[in-house]
């Protein structure tokens, strides 16, 4: 059984489509994307599957259970952090565990055992005795994912876990992240392209509504994205283009302006026969090679292909 079905999920906002038809399955266990330009539906997407929100038409499943505002059994297996998630900054960190576990209708024993052990987790067990408001960003992230966790849910959505973060804050996260995956099903909403290819096993694309593919992370670069050669010259170095442009495997050449830098970036169909017949070229074109390197295929360059350049966050 799949961890999360989106059955032609849609959502209208007046005439206006937010989300367009997502047919989508995540496999159990699994750390999902959901990856997508600002403004794409993805906020729009999570509220309907952990039941915020009512979807205008098609119907979503999660851990089995239909996703319905008024279904009690699925938000006992499903955990939620929000874009922004809202705290009592009176409430000490392992307070407002308590409250949550309170919520959740744990026993008082059971609640105090979970609370230790998710602060543990999250790396709060200290902090845990001090003040909400006095937390850092991160450390907020970090309660907050202690919190979505404490039902012990089978799924867990995060909406853009990491983009108010600091480089520390993000890596702490997502190092959080990586520990949950085999245990619990992570559904993240993010425009954070590294974080994807970081922690992520399979992803979903969308943009304006509608899904544009779904596949591992692996699948999409070696679908959509051809590695890069990136070759710099002592000298200017728009001659050997022309040389370069008549082999008829390399489908770009191109040179580019990086500061002070001019550098030539190549992409090839036919790696191989690219990374064979280039150094050829180059030695005949008597320019001086200063830098040479075949730069690996980047789920950026896979997005930027599917979304556009201008949808990039
Ligand atoms: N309550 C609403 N009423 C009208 N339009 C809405 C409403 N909520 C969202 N939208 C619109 O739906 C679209 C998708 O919004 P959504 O918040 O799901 O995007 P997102 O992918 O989460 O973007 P972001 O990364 O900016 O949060 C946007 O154009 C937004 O303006």
């Keep these: ?36 330009p600002n403004g794409a539906g993805k906020t729009t997407a999570v509220r309907m599957l952990t039941g915020l ?17 008024r279904n009690l059994s699925l938000r006992s297996k499903i955990g939620f952090l929000p874009d922004v998630p809202a705290f009592y900054s009176w409430m000490t960190g392992r307070e407002f565990m308590l409250f949550s576990g309170e919520l959740h209708k744990l026993s008082p024993r059971e609640n105090n055992l979970r609370a230790d052990e998710l602060l543990e987790l999250v790396d709060l067990s200290e902090a845990g005795k001090r003040r909400v408001g006095g937390y850092s960003r991160g450390m907020k992230q970090r309660l907050g994912i202690a919190q979505a966790l404490v039902n012990k849910p089978e799924v867990l959505f995060m909406d853009e876990p990491t983009s108010a973060l600091d480089p520390m804050g993000r890596r702490d996260v997502l190092n959080l992240i990586e520990r949950l995956s085999g245990d619990t099903t992570v559904f993240m909403s993010t425009h954070i392209l590294s974080d994807v290819e970081r922690v992520c096993d399979r992803v979903a694309i969308i943009n304006e509504g509608k899904l544009i593919t779904s596949a591992s992370v692996e699948e999409l670069k070696r679908k959509y994205s051809t590695s890069a050669f990136e070759i710099q010259f002592e000298e200017e170095p728009t001659p050997i283009l022309t040389q370069l442009l008549k082999m008829p495997y390399i489908k770009t050449a191109e040179v580019r302006t990086e500061g002070e830098v001019r550098v030539l970036y190549v992409q090839a169909s036919d790696l191989a026969k690219a990374k064979t017949e280039i150094p050829g070229v180059i030695a005949q074109s008597g320019l001086t090679l200063t830098h040479y390197e075949l730069t690996t295929p980047s789920i950026e360059d ?11 966050a």
């Design 53 to 69: 929100s009512q979807p205008t038409s098609g119907k979503a499943y999660v851990s089995g259970e239909e996703v319905t505002p």
């Design 302 to 312: 896979v997005f930027i292909q599917l979304v556009g350049n201008g949808a990039k």
């Design 1 to 36: 059984m799949d961890a999360i079905l989106c059955q032609k999920l849609t959502k209208k906002f007046g005439d206006f489509t937010a989300l367009d038809g997502l047919d989508l399955a995540v496999e159990k266990n699994r750390v999902f994307g959901f990856l997508g």
